[in-house]
């Protein structure tokens, strides 16, 4: 109620006090009780009493609302403990010489303790005059009465403060979780829709009917059906079903697709609750596991068979030396050291493509960066396997430009041009022809092997890169090969930053690998 005796039209609850409305109507009452002509009601703030009710204010009073405990009439109250009642303030020595009482002219004061439930003094009511006067014990008691009506305000304002408390710490907690959650009352309607979710589902809908919300859902099943918006679980578990683990996809805006597992329970009288896994990544760790215990398996297979075919050439040809007779000429013998020794160069390139792979896999096998020149690089590499080219009568040709700088490991980018020109060769038949061309331009320089042999079939090309694959031909053919040239030629470009991409040769026989390195 103001000045006039007319109460607001709204009711705000300001953080840490009463209703301003309810405390002018108290104030209203206690100040009709005690035939004063104004009264006020104060409540602490940290160090400060606030001003949260009053009535018939002296003019320049309502500027001062929040002022310091130590200069007022309250905060005399306050420190004793007590009421204070006061008939004449110019002569009471207990009021402070800067209290806001003498500014406005205010003769007399009565005021009580404002308690809370536990006792503690949380503020205080009083009642003031313009004149000196003798307060009588019946208006004093209604001060009191309001003192008491106030703490009645105090507790209910506490109950309401924990309530608002416990409410913002729950919306705190649910807020930083990484997982969803939805809820909705008895009604139907939702009261809390958390972050998490707002990310995942993209939803702007955060109130209002829970139907309304579940049909704005971009949800279908696994299999990509639509969902019935009724069978959802906030819905199921707002009937008092139960529902755990249900499966669904979401679709995001930018077209990726997160899979969910739902799970929603009711809560007796008050409604549901819906609890939004997101298993994207780890279905998609379940599944990589699987995947490298699958591939593991294969690996130790692959390795095996591998590794037994150079072990049972080198082990045959000893226990043929072993069994020779002591006087056979050392001429009849140097065929089956030749045999041995191919052996033992097969399984000693394999083993150290293995290490190759392993320290690649590891990160223990990092690029010795430096400026090189790439047709120095390609041309030795080209030049050391000339000889394999020679004994199968191919044609082994290089187009070597003056000078082409890179930044790369030259170590690297010579194994590189080795494994693509002996793959080249050796799925080359007799006769045919190998050419390395190296180009560069501005950004990327080129290294291009282009051979004359079998080529890949079309299944097959995106299969070459991958570790221990072997085409068809070459089992039907019987070439030798453990399948890991390509697989480490293609980490070695992409260590690089690079690209390699293989096409069949156009309108006539073979293939063309090609190599693009960023200068």
């Keep these: 109620m103001d000045q006039t005796g007319t109460a607001p039209a709204a009711m705000e609850m300001t953080a840490g006090g009463m209703t301003h409305s309810a405390a002018d109507r108290l104030a209203a009452l206690t100040v009709h009780g005690a035939r004063a002509a ?12 606030r001003l949260v009710g009053g009535y018939n204010l002296p003019t320049g009073f309502e ?24 008939s004449d303030v110019n002569t009471d020595e207990r009021v402070p010489a800067d209290a806001p009482v003498r500014t406005v002219g205010i003769r007399a004061f009565a005021g009580f303790p404002v308690r809370d439930p536990d006792g503690r003094i949380m503020g205080t009511c009083s009642v003031m005059d313009y004149q000196p006067r003798h307060w009588q014990p019946e208006e004093l008691t209604a001060v009191d009465d309001g003192a008491q009506a106030c703490t009645a305000f105090v507790a209910e304002l506490r109950a309401h403060e924990t309530e608002y408390r416990q409410r913002m710490f729950l919306d705190t907690l649910l807020d930083s979780l990484d997982t969803g959650v939805a809820a909705c009352d008895t009604g139907g309607r939702l009261v809390l829709v958390n972050r998490s979710l707002r990310e995942q589902l993209g939803v702007s809908i955060t109130e209002g009917p829970v139907e309304q919300w579940v049909r704005q859902l971009p949800l279908t099943t696994p299999e990509g059906a639509p969902v019935d918006p009724a069978k959802l679980p906030l819905l199921l578990a707002l009937t008092g079903t139960d529902v755990r683990g249900a499966d669904y996809v979401l679709h995001g805006r930018d077209g990726e697709r997160r899979q969910l597992v739902v799970n929603a329970h009711p809560i007796r009288r008050m409604g549901a609750v819906a609890v939004f896994h997101d298993v994207t990544e780890a279905r998609r760790a379940a599944e990589l596991t699987g995947q490298l215990a699958r ?102 040709t290089f187009a070597e430009p003056e000078r082409l700088p890179l930044s790369g490991d030259p170590r690297r980018l010579h194994q590189l041009v080795t494994a693509l020109v002996d793959n080249a060769i050796t799925y080359t038949p007799e006769g045919g022809s190998v050419a390395v061309t190296v180009t560069g331009g501005d950004a990327t320089a080129v290294v291009e092997v282009t051979d004359t042999g079998l080529g890949i079939p079309v299944h097959e090309r995106p299969l070459i890169f991958d570790r221990f694959f072997r085409g068809a031909i070459t089992t039907e053919l019987a070439i030798p090969g453990a399948g890991l040239g390509l697989a480490i030629a293609q980490l070695i470009v992409s260590r690089h930053h690079g690209t390699i991409t293989v096409t069949p040769n156009h309108r006539r026989p073979g293939t063309t690998v090609r190599v693009e390195l960023p200068r």
Excluded: W
């Excluded at 500027?63 to 006061?86: C, K, Q, Y």
């Excluded at 390139?349 to 392993?358: G, N, P």
């Design 63 to 86: 500027p001062m609302r929040d002022v310091p405990v130590s200069a007022t009439l309250g905060g005399l109250v306050m420190r004793t403990g007590f009421p204070v009642v006061i």
């Design 295 to 396: 591939s593991k398996d294969e690996y130790l297979n692959l390795v095996g068979h591998e590794l037994r075919t150079p072990v049972t050439i080198i082990g045959s040809y000893l226990e043929l030396l072993n069994e020779s007779d002591p006087d056979t000429p050392a001429a009849d013998l140097l065929p089956m050291i030749a045999a041995a020794r191919r052996g033992s160069e097969r399984l000693r390139r394999l083993v150290e493509a293995l290490l190759d792979l392993s320290a690649f896999d590891a990160g223990k096998s990092p690029l010795q960066m430096s400026d090189i020149d790439l047709a120095a690089v390609v041309s030795g590499a080209v030049a050391d396997i000339e000889p394999s080219a020679a004994a199968k009568h191919l044609t082994l």
């Design 38 to 49: 104004c009264g006020l009601i104060h409540l602490v703030d940290e160090r400060n009493l």
